[in-house]
């Protein structure tokens, strides 16, 4: 097995809002592979991006973030800012979402990847010139050296998004927080980052923590995935194993809610209910309302992630009768 | 984008003819005439004739604007009734010390308002961003005169640190003798731009492109002036333009508080004396200038911004 990159203990994440404080990310456990694409699933406001933004320390103050994230073995949690400056952009580097509000719409997309360039690297100044054009190529942006000098607005969406990943990848990081990544755009266009993400992966040997709500852009593209229910990882394994046999009801749920494309007015199976305000949990598992599956069992604490065998964990007390189930729908 | 500057070059001449209209009859529309103001008391029906038949006051107000607008053509702005010298003249002797006086107002406006905006948003509703803004509320909610005739008893009649008016010797004498005016001048621009850039700033800052240039490791202090700074500052610039005309509006009070022999001084003396042509000209040359004020802003805007010029 691959040495672990990166390492969630009990990530805690504290936002500060009107209405006191709120905790979006509630104990996460997670662990990212060298080389590996992790795919993040859970619907909105289950704490995906939130956990991204806090490997990286985003969090603005009085926001908070606790617990551990160990990156190859040193907590990043108790760094000053400087010492995170040096992770951020250099070892660990990070896209957004909206490539149109992500890059800054006065700067050149050129003068975005320098920057990076400059914060990061010894290159001078032709050098930097030389690998932003370079960068530029190696997302394929076609003629990239008379591009360097034009704004976001002049790209088309797909551009933009690749753009993004190359100021991104400027000082090759080995590992990359994607933010779902490929929402904004159209299909063929998603499948062409996502196929330059898998790309990258090979030619620059990054992994890749990839947020979506999509779960063919699982399929298709990641080798594990984590699937989040309030503010929590639910289950966790290797992609082909979950989606074959989900031991959380959760992702049974989330399976079960995607439509068959080829099947025509089929009736949707979505998941009733809504994901519980955060802070409202308390001592037993966040899913109860809205599972199929719940018992007294499931009241007592809330589950925690433990082992399944075969590299895989959940959070469900009822993990075996699940398969049942499933044979049975 | 510099391509641009001939054409709206172009575009202020439309906008002179229609202002010189308007001052035009306005002016005839106000009770009193120059050779009544001139004369005062000693008028009688024949002296009043031979001064308007002098001037060419007695033609038809048509061929009076048309004769006004061919003398114009040539750079002549008429003669002044009361001085009898000509009105570009007396335009050039007094419009360098307004323009000192308002260009100094704008950049003391801007050195106060630019940090100041940057300290009220990044410390956004408390002690200091309260603090500022309360006291710029202050600033914007009082007149201009008040806060001249304050600053003027206090800092100039009591502490005798500033001078009380007049514009003293050479360039240094002349700032000197400005620092008062300029300040009182600026204040309620700082507060206009320091409220409108501080409200940008923490638009800005929520961007997710501040976000993003943060994930890429730089320097708060690179956040701030390579991302934030540049995208607050579009629409304060605008506003920057629209209020210069404002700050010559209120230069023509502050000039009169202060005493500042400017160009501000100069208009209210002539519509007192019913002086048509100096009152033309002066208007006719702040609307010229107010116009170039509003091409840079202009320019400036689309330099910081290059989605404007797509």
Redesign the interface.
Known sequence: MRAPLLLLRGLQTTLATDNGALTVVDGVDLDVREGEILGLVGESGSGKSMTL?SI?R?IRPPGRVSGEILWRGRDLVPLR?PE???????EI??I?Q?PM????????VGRQIL??LR??TDLGRTARRNRTVELLDLVGIPAAAQRVND?P??FSGGMRQRA?IA??L?SNPSLLLADEPTTALDVTIQDQILKLLLRLRETLGMAVILVTHDLGVVAQSCDRVAVMYAGRVAEIGEVSAVFAAPRHAYTLGLLQSVPDARRIRQALRPIGGAPPPPGTVGDRCAFIPRCDFATAACEVRRPPLISIGGGRLAACVHGDRLQQAEWAA | MLARIPGRLLQIIPTLILIGVVVFVLLRLLPGDPASALLGNRATPESLARINAQMGFDKPIWVQFLLFLGRLAHGDLGVSVTERIPVTRVILQRLPVTLCLVGFAAVIALVLALPLAFVAALRQNRLPDLALRGLFQIGLSSPVFYIGLLLLGFLGARLHWFPVGGLGQGFWGAVYHLILPAFTLALSLAAVLMRNLRSAIIGVLRADYVDFARAKGITPWRVLTGHVLRNSLITTVALFGLNIGVLLGNSVITENVFAVPGIGGLLVDAIFGRDYPVVQGVTLVLAVLVSLVFLATDLMESWLDPRLHA
Do not use: C, D, K, W
């Open positions: 933004r990286l985003l800012e995170m400056r040096a992770i951020r952009g250099r580097g990070m957004f909206e509000t992500a890059l800054n719409p006065v700067l050149s920057e990076n914060a990061h704004y607005h002049q993004m100021i991104a400027a």
